[in-house]
């Protein structure tokens, strides 16, 4: 890094967090227990929603993590569909959960920096970290940088960063109008196809009129 560098950097961090998104928002909450400078890098100039907003997920760990009180739904049932077998699963205790992540989102305050409407266009490695150029010319570095950019890690795409071998890759609708039997709005339907391909279906009931439906699928990163 030359002296011209040096003198434009704004900032120095142990940890950048790029990408505001559950998996960033998260990491950026656990960090603040540690002794660690870090910072979190969004695009949007705000930091209020996560995609798709509701996400399904299993009771244990969204309790664990304190967000119960942005559960949606809990469901007593899931459905699993395979391409020879179908399965059904009913428990008392309710271990299945719709969370409102963009309710969580807009509650969180933060301790590290927070940068919002800011795009890194490229990294330079150094000798004891990386140096981060925002597309507006300012600059900062950081000892580690963690992609959370998403599950297609955009971020490292871009930069030319490592990427991890897989990936999951989904979308989600969320649809009203339904006509969902008041006796299946606590379930879960799940497809799963693992002998032709890593592809997946689900849907999350909410009520008789609304639904979440989703589709993903596993692909190698380089397809990505």
């Known amino acids: 890094m030359d002296d011209e560098t040096k003198n434009l950097l704004e900032e120095s961090y ?8 559950p998996t960033g928002l998260m990491l950026a909450k656990h960090l603040e227990k540690s002794n660690l400078k870090v910072v ?19 009771r244990e760990p969204i309790e664990r993590l304190g967000l119960s009180e942005f559960v949606k739904k809990y469901y007593t049932g899931i459905q699993v569909y395979g391409i ?9 205790d309710k271990p299945f ?3 409102d992540l963009n309710k969580w989102a807009q509650s969180l305050t933060f301790k590290c920096d927070v940068k919002t409407g800011t795009t890194i266009s490229r990294i330079e490695k150094i000798k004891d970290g990386n140096v981060l150029f925002e597309s507006t010319g300012k600059s900062f570095s950081a000892r580690l940088v963690v992609d959370c950019s998403g599950y297609s890690q955009q971020f490292s795409s871009m930069t030319g960063m490592k ?12 649809l009203s109008n339904c006509s969902i ?32 439906f989703g589709m993903g ?5 380089v397809d990505v």
């Open 14 to 21: 142990d940890v950048a967090i790029i990408g505001a998104g």
């Open 40 to 58: 979190l890098v969004e695009k949007k100039d705000k930091i209020d929603s996560c995609h798709a907003g509701i996400y399904g997920a299993v």
């Open 181 to 212: 039997p008041k006796s299946r709005t606590n379930e879960v339907a799940i497809l799963v196809d693992h002998v032709h391909s890593s592809y997946g279906l689900w849907i999350y009931m909410y009520n008789e009129k609304e639904c979440q």
């Open 217 to 221: 699928d596993m692909v190698n990163s």
């Open 163 to 174: 990427k991890t071998n897989r990936t999951f890759l989904n979308v989600s609708f969320e």
């Open 97 to 99: 959960v719709a969370v």
């Open 84 to 92: 020879k077998k179908y399965t059904s699963f009913f428990f008392e």
